[in-house]
């Protein structure tokens, strides 16, 4: 069966580190990737997309990498702050960015300490 | 405000009851999307329209449940009969769809958050 999984349900971090979390996948080739961020109450926040020829992208203090053979993204968020403290989502389409419906993973709940 | 809104953003009904949901997009977005999330899941794929067509219904919709876009604008999800485990939040969100050329993403909303009593 088709499965996504995010490394863990819960990440704590100290502010300034770099935090790292990691969307597996199997049985899918997808086209594009996606990462959003979601807060409590709020829908999900786009924040970056790569292609399936991509290897990495970056957005300020962002930063995502993904390796279709390893079935794998990783999403980074350097110097990190108590303002990162969120949800953060694992998104895959298929077709045409923004033309197809998006298969999520069930999140990774980000703390940053202070 | 040009981003995705959704009304109403809390309902509380009893089982068996028929509740309506009601999302507009950003104005220039062909494509409609609903999802739903339960607590501890990512959003769950539930249907989805180019303008006013529905082109795609995820397995979870039950019969029980229909959505609509009459004029290719504002999108409507009704339940009927709602059970216990329709308790969830309801996102919706649009895109481009074909005329982004594959360069664009969805926009959600703050979605609609149902509890069945």
């Known amino acids: 069966s088709q499965k996504i999984e995010q490394n863990s349900e819960a990440l704590n971090i100290q502010e300034g580190k770099t935090a790292t979390l990691t969307c597996n996948y199997t049985?899918?080739?997808?086209?594009?990737l996606q990462w959003y961020r979601q807060d409590p109450g709020r829908g999900p926040v786009f924040l970056l997309l790569i292609r399936e020829n991509e290897k990495e992208k970056r957005k300020e203090r962002l930063k995502v990498t993904f390796d279709t053979t390893l079935k794998q993204s990783l999403f980074h968020i350097t110097a990190s702050q108590p303002a990162d403290s969120a949800t953060y989502l694992c998104a895959l389409e298929f077709g045409e960015s923004g033309n197809t419906p998006l298969v999520f993973g069930k999140g990774t709940r980000l703390s940053v300490i202070a | 405000d040009t981003g995705v809104s959704q009304n109403p953003r809390h309902k509380i009904t009893k089982r068996g009851q028929n509740v309506t949901f009601r999302c507009d997009p950003i104005?220039?977005?062909?494509?409609l999307y609903w999802y739903r999330q339960t607590l501890g899941q990512g959003p769950e794929f539930l249907t989805y329209?180019?303008?006013?067509?529905?082109?795609?219904k995820s397995r979870l919709l039950s019969d029980r449940f229909s959505a609509e876009r009459p004029k290719g604008s504002f999108s409507t999800l009704e339940i009927q009969r709602t059970e216990q485990g329709d308790s969830a939040m309801y996102l919706c969100?649009?895109?481009?769809?074909?005329?982004?050329?594959?360069?664009?993403?969805?926009?959600f909303g703050p979605g609609t958050r149902l509890l069945v009593l």
């Open positions: 049985n899918y080739s997808p086209a594009y």
């Open positions: 969100a649009s895109s481009l769809g074909l005329l982004a050329g594959g360069k664009e993403t969805q926009y």
């Open positions: 104005s220039e977005h062909n494509r």
């Open positions: 329209f180019q303008n006013e067509a529905q082109l795609e």
